[in-house]
């Protein structure tokens, strides 16, 4: 009974109806959300605490004029380009100290120090160091990303099955395959568990990037309207943003882990 039962809940009827019972929540969750939003700009009523239409109208402003398009767009190059950077440069590091115990031993003090140093005196010293340059701006972020994915790729290296290796040297793989088919989709959820935390670290500092030093992007648009007061252009970008992370997120990110944890049981 038990085991027909386990079978019924991975239905692809039951999946969808999961799905659709989440979206249904997090819908409702989110226009709980903006009710409250609405009303306690309603009992304040103040210029600082705008209302949800407020804002919805400065994004409407915003993307008419075309700007919103712009500096969304120019802080999204550089999420992808110093994302990209961390992800490849970090697991490559990962791999090699999950791998290797020597060189885990000794270069364990150096992660720790990455990890616990301000992400905003990495930024200060690129800038210093590299001009308010573009290769400043990405280096500073991709900087501060890399530790946390050579951390979590790290630990799936360490935790790679001996017996599926023996298995691929036994049956003669070779390296491309077993790569291919031992390795990687071992590695695979890591990988995945590192680009998710990686994107939400990412765009954060990004953000304190473009508004130290750039000239563009939602982090520049930030600090200007932070100098004129203006609460509602502030909280147009931090929304719109945030609906494109979260876009990400759902249509990429997540389906991506999904695929990565397929092969588990």
Known sequence: MAL???????KPGFVDLARRSRLVWSLGSLLALLGVWQI???VIASRVFPSPLVVLEAVHIEFESGQLLLHVG??????????VLAMLIGSAIGLALGRLKVADRFFDSWLIFFLNLPALVIIILCYVWFG?????AITAVAINKIPNVAVTVREG????SRDLSEMAVMYRFGWWRTLRHVTLPQLAPFFAAAARSGLSLVWKIVLVVELLGRSNGVGHQLHVAFQLFDVPMILAYAVAFIVVVQIIEVGILQPLEARANRWRR
């Open 74 to 83: 120019a802080t999204l190059a550089r999420v992808v380009v110093s994302f």
């Open 4 to 10: 027909e039962s386990n079978k019924a809940l991975l």
């Open 132 to 136: 308010l340059t573009e290769v400043a």
């Open 157 to 160: 290296a360490r935790s790679l």
């Open 40 to 42: 306690a700009a309603l």
